[in-house]
């Protein structure tokens, strides 16, 4: 992302972070502008360039996407000592696991089983992805948590 970001900026594009946008306005059946919280924007051309909120915004422009947005949870446990130099994946587990530089394992699984906007964890999932991992590495049982997080996809 910012790699493509650089590129926009030497472009001439003007990036604006932090700054949610709350409608799209359409004349004759394209775009010409976005409303955010820090006002209209007018624009020539409109790019939808959102991860896990696409059909909303989309929506705000009369366009309906065929697609769906789900929370997918993300692990981090306490460091430890070097042994993952890759990512491995466990598909009938539902569970992938690498090791961060600072020796933490970082490992997730599936999607929540329904569509969602949520941006937090919840138990089942947790439970289900923790399960997975132990089935490939059972010793990981006895690693301590540091944190989890959902974040959007679609």
Known sequence: AWG?????DRLGVDIIQNCEVTGIRTQNGRAVGVETTRGYIGAGRVAL?????SSRVAAMAGLRLPIESHVLQAFV???????IDC???FGAGHFYISQSDKGGLVFGGDIDGYNSYAQRGNMPVIEDVCEGGMALMPRIGRVRLLRHWGGLMD
């Open 49 to 53: 360039a959102c991860a896990g909120n």
């Open 4 to 8: 493509y970001a650089r590129a926009a």
């Open 87 to 89: 990512v491995a994946t």
């Open 77 to 83: 446990s306490e460091g430890l000592k070097p042994f």
